[in-house]
C-alpha cells in the first residue's frame, strides 16, 4: 500500500498583551494508509490458475490488482497435480497460469495442440527435503540425496542415522515436485521405481505420511519451502539442510542453497489478450514484486 504523510497543524498565534511575545503548538503528524488503485476489475481480470503451492499467493496478487480483501475473492484453482494446470491453460480453459516447472510430457501435450507456450520464471524458491522430528539425520548432501533416490543408499545408518530402513517417498510423474525431483536432483540419474505405498498422491499426504504414518521415523520427502514452512506446516516434520545449508528466505534470496527452483508465469503465445498481457507486465512490476515479497515468496526479475 503506499503511504502519504499528512500532516495537520494548527499553529496558534497569541500575542500576550503587554509581554510582546508569541505562542507556537507544534505540528501533529500522523501516517494514513491509502489503498492501491485498483488495475483491473472483475470482468476484465484474467483466468488464473496455480500450482498448489502458489494458490495463496495468486489470492494475494488477484486482491492486490483488484484492490479487494482477499475475502472478497471467489477464485478457484487445481488442488490436483502441476499437469492439470497445464492442460487446463493448453486447452483454453483459463489465460495464464503460475505453476512449478513444465514436465517434458505437458511439453508433448502442448506440441500436439499446437499450442506455443510463453514460460517465464517469476519466483524463486528452494526444492527442500524432510524427515521425522524424531530422526537424528538433519543433513545430506546432493550425492546423498542421489544415492538414497536412486537406491543405492537404503539405510539411515549410511548416513548417520539409526538403523533403520529408509523409506523414500515421491510424487506420481506429471506433479510439479516430481518434475522438479527429475530435473533439479536426480539430474542424468536414474530414480528407483518406489513401491506402491510410496508414492503418495497428494503434496499434504507426502508431509503427513512424514509425520504419523506408523514407521515415520525412517520416512524421507520432498516439497517446496513455502508449502512446507507456510501452507502445510506439521510440528512432527523438519526441513534438512542439504549440503549444509538450511533452506530460509535468506537462502534463497542469496542462493546459497543448492537446490533452486522457480515458479512460472505461463501463457500461450498464439491467443494472449490485451488483459492477460497487462496482467503479467503487471506481475514483474514493483507493485507485483512488492506483493510477491509481502506473501513470503522471492520475486525474480524478468528475463
Request: with cysteine; net charge negative.
Amino acid at each position: 500500500m503506499k503511504k502519504v504523510l499528512i500532516i495537520i497543524g494548527t499553529i496558534l498565534l497569541a500575542l500576550g498583551i503587554g509581554f510582546g511575545c508569541f505562542k507556537f503548538y507544534q505540528f501533529e503528524t500522523r501516517e494514513i494508509e491509502v489503498e492501491n488503485e485498483a488495475i483491473f476489475t472483475k470482468d476484465n481480470y484474467p483466468r488464473v490458475d496455480a500450482s498448489l503451492a502458489i494458490h495463496p499467493l495468486v489470492d494475494a496478487i488477484a486482491a492486490d490488482f483488484l484492490n479487494v480483501g482477499e475475502d472478497e475473492l471467489d477464485y478457484n484453482y487445481t488442488t490436483t497435480r502441476s499437469s492439470d494446470v497445464y492442460h487446463n491453460l493448453i486447452d483454453g480453459n483459463v489465460d495464464v497460469i503460475f505453476a512449478a516447472e513444465i514436465s517434458e510430457e505437458d511439453k508433448k501435450y502442448a506440441e500436439e495442440k499446437g499450442v506455443e507456450l510463453e514460460i517465464i520464471p517469476a519466483t524463486s524458491s528452494a526444492f527442500v527435503f524432510i524427515n521425522n522430528k524424531d530422526n537424528k539425520v538433519d543433513d545430506l548432501s546432493l550425492e546423498q540425496i542421489q544415492k538414497i533416490y536412486s537406491g543405492e543408499i537404503t539405510n539411515w545408518k549410511e548416513v548417520g542415522g539409526d538403523d533403520e530402513e529408509i523409506l523414500a517417498y515421491q510424487r506420481p510423474t506429471g506433479s510439479g515436485s516430481q518434475t522438479a525431483m527429475l530435473s533439479l536432483v536426480m539430474k542424468d540419474k536414474d530414480i528407483k521405481t518406489p513401491v506402491v505405498t510410496q508414492v503418495v498422491q497428494e503434496m499434504g499426504a507426502l508431509i503427513d505420511a512424514v509425520a504419523s504414518y506408523e514407521n515415520s521415523k525412517q520416512a524421507l520427502g520432498y516439497s517446496y519451502f513455502y508449502y512446507v514452512n507456510t501452507m502445510y506446516k506439521n510440528e512432527n516434520v523438519k526441513m534438512l539442510k542439504v549440503d549444509g545449508v538450511m533452506p530460509s528466505i535468506k537462502t534463497i534470496k542469496n542462493n546459497e542453497y543448492p537446490i533452486y527452483t522457480n515458479g512460472f508465469i505461463v501463457y500461450r503465445k498464439n491467443d494472449a489478450s490485451e488483459d492477460t498481457l497487462k496482467w503479467v507486465d503487471e506481475v514483474f512490476s514493483n507493485r507485483g514484486a512488492k506483493v510477491i515479497e509481502d506473501a513470503g515468496y522471492v520475486p525474480c526479475e524478468r528475463k
